[in-house]
Nanobody
Framework: QVQLVESGGGLVQAGASLRLSCTASGLTFSTSAMGWFRQAPGKEREFVGGITWNSGSTRYGDSVKGRFIISRDNVKSTVYLQMDSLKAEDTAVYYC????????????????????WGQGTQVTVSS
């Protein structure tokens, strides 16, 4: 059974930083592309960042480029999202996702590509 468990969310002021973590079990993490998405109330789920199995390629949503960094540790089966210069509009539930396709050359921006999802962690940024 595949499990993705996110942590690190919380309430911060605008301009602060947070680091989210997502630890996977039950899948071959080292060959899976990983993604982070977010969903704010009343809005569609939005791509935040993605990383290939070997960290060879990363990509980001336009709204977070230059502020967020995705990384991974295949030994720990964990993917991270470092979020700097947070804004009120970053407030959302953040989800990590795993793509079971092995060794995909790029991380997809489409949520339909991902096969497994975590339960989400709330990030609230006060202005």
């Amino acid at each position: 059974q595949v499990q993705l468990v996110e942590s690190g969310g919380g309430l911060v002021q605008a301009g602060a930083s947070l680091r989210l973590s997502c630890t996977a079990s039950g899948l071959t993490f080292s060959t899976s592309a990983m993604g982070w998405f977010r969903q704010a109330p009343g809005k569609e789920r939005e791509f935040v960042g993605g990383i290939t199995w070997n960290s060879g390629s990363t990509r980001y949503g336009d709204s977070v480029k230059g502020r967020f960094i995705i990384s991974r540790d295949n030994v720990k089966s964990t993917v991270y999202l470092q979020m700097d210069s947070l804004k009120a509009e970053d407030t959302a539930v953040y989800y990590c996702a795993a793509d079971k396709e092995r060794r995909r050359s790029t991380a997809s921006m489409r949520f339909g590509t991902y096969d497994y999802w975590g339960q989400g962690t709330q990030v609230t940024v006060s202005s």
